[in-house]
């Protein structure tokens, strides 16, 4: 059979509606937040910072508060459209209809998309107005941002499905994904630190999406990009083909 | 000959494993001929909402085989479930959405182009009585108005199979004498129905071929005038082939 188009867009659709059903939730808050950010760090402390790698602090900065709110986004909008779909039961509406396991995939992971890309939108107009915003390699911009929030969003599709409650739905974000994020180097430099925790910054691929992201929009690189990329691709063929394989088997979704 | 429009050849579902092993469904075949008002009959728990969700995909069998119009369920699953359409017993849907957004969604789901598919809403939101709720919150309908919405979710892509787990459960006398019209109007139009129920005045009344299920087996089947002989009712029927199966295990 051919490709479910229809039922993928529609999928994406929901999740639009499902968005701006919570507006204050999905995306004023990330705004505020940014805008919180790009305030403290860029305006209020960023002044006193002199210049860094040929930009303001602000802008060296923004690229990572981008990331920040692009991961949380993701994340959020695809652990808890299905954790609530099996819930409700609503999963039954997509395990009778004609998608295949892949095109589940796609949908859930696109629909995650679809909400971080409007997330990245609005920030990236807060970052204008602070004259944060500059992007000297937007293809390459596109497909991290892309890429960032497929990989948190399959992520947050294994937290629904494996999640038994409400409080294991935010374990991973608090545990695992904050802490990871904030010592990726969104903040700061890799430079700024000493040489051990440099190191152990390097093996954290939190710091790959940061610095890619950053490379993308102010043109300044700390990391193997050739890495990264390889970290990228590996994460989002290796999170693939495990959820593949999960929809196929139901996990937790099929009894 | 046609091809049957449901076959199921020595279905068998098991759920957990080890000590926690249950055996929903034991070792079932059922045909259900094009054109059938099949009635699936059985206590709570015997094993027909398992055999509807190994229908529809929800679950996955143990092992055996089914065909819904010669396509099977497992192997060419994509294909099969674009024949079935599904009422369910439980109300498996966003509370947040409107009966018009769920049949948009679940048309959407099947493919059916927008303009197709919003003259299908229209058409069964009219057929079903809500104009009025049409934009009502799902949470906020009475219990008779859910089944309506469900029942239109289900049919939105207009499946060759419809299955209706309880489809008039909660609903008051009136409506459910409309439903029946409506369920028997399309019957008569060519649909293949599989309908269960606890009242069994409604399989009666609407169903040609029945079966019933007991622990997951099948212990009888039949067409209405079978079970009917002898001037007894299906619920008449339905007990003594029922409390029989029961009192043979003990």
Not at chain 1, 56 to 69: K, Q, T, W
Not at chain 2, 80 to 95: C, M, W, Y
Request: hydrophobic share 45%; aromatic share 12%.
């Amino acid at each position: 059979m051919h490709t479910n188009w229809v039922g993928l867009y529609t999928m994406f659709r929901r999740e639009v509606q499902r968005t701006m059903r919570v507006v204050v939730q999905t995306l004023l808050a990330p705004v505020i937040s940014a805008a919180l950010y790009l305030f403290i760090f860029g305006t209020v402390i960023g002044t006193k910072i002199e210049d860094f790698a040929g930009v303001p602090y602000i802008s060296f900065v923004f690229p990572g508060i981008l990331m920040l709110s692009i991961v949380n986004a993701s994340f959020a909008s695809a652990s808890s459209n299905l954790y609530f779909m099996r819930f409700t039961r609503g999963i039954e509406e997509m395990l009778i209809a004609p998608f295949s396991y892949f095109e589940m995939l796609v949908g859930f992971v696109g629909s995650a998309v679809v909400r971080s890309l409007m997330v990245a939108f609005l920030i990236l107009a807060v970052g204008i107005l602070f004259g944060a915003v500059s992007l000297v390699n937007p293809l390459a911009f596109v497909f991290y941002i892309a890429a960032i929030s497929a990989i948190f969003a399959m992520l947050g599709i294994i937290v629904a499905l494996w999640a038994e409650g409400f409080e294991q739905l935010t374990v991973i974000n608090t545990f695992v994904i904050t802490p990871l994020t904030y010592l990726g180097g969104v903040f700061y430099s890799v430079t700024f630190l000493p040489p051990l925790a440099a190191t152990i910054t390097y093996l954290n691929p939190f710091f790959y999406f940061a610095d890619g992201v950053r490379s993308s929009m102010i043109g300044y690189s700390e990391a193997n990009t050739f890495a990264g990329l390889c970290i990228i691709f590996a994460l989002v063929l290796g999170l693939g083909g495990l959820l593949t394989h999960l929809f196929k088997i139901g996990w937790k979704i099929r009894s | 000959m046609s091809t049957p429009m449901l076959e199921i050849k020595n279905l068998r579902k098991v759920y957990g494993s080890g000590k926690d092993q249950k055996v929903a469904v034991d070792n079932i075949s059922l045909t259900v001929e094009r054109g059938a008002f099949f009635g699936l009959l059985g206590p709570n728990g015997a094993g027909k909402s398992t055999t509807i969700h190994c229908i529809t995909g929800i679950a996955q069998p143990t092992s055996g085989q089914i065909l819904v119009d010669g396509v099977d369920v497992v192997k060419d699953y994509k294909n099969a479930r674009t024949k079935v359409g599904l009422s369910p017993q439980e109300f498996n849907v966003d509370i947040f959405a409107t009966p018009e957004q769920l049949m948009d969604f679940m048309g959407g789901y099947y493919a059916i182009p927008h303009d197709e598919r919003w003259k299908r809403i229209d058409d069964l939101i009219k057929r079903f009585d809500l104009e009025e709720h049409r934009t009502v919150k799902f949470q906020k309908l009475s219990g008779g108005l859910k089944r309506r919405a469900m029942l239109g979710r289900a049919l939105v892509h207009t499946p060759d199979l419809l299955i209706l787990d309880e489809p008039t459960a909660g609903v008051d006398v009136e409506q459910r004498r409309d439903l029946w019209a409506y369920l028997k109007e399309m019957n008569e139009g060519g649909k293949t129905i599989i309908l269960t129920s606890h009242y069994l005045e409604e399989i009666q009344y609407l169903c040609n071929e029945i079966a019933i299920i007991n622990h997951g087996k099948i212990v009888a089947q039949g067409t209405k005038e079978e079970f009917m002989k002898d001037g007894k009712t299906v619920e008449e029927r339905y007990l003594e082939i029922t409390r029989a199966d029961n009192e043979g295990k003990k």
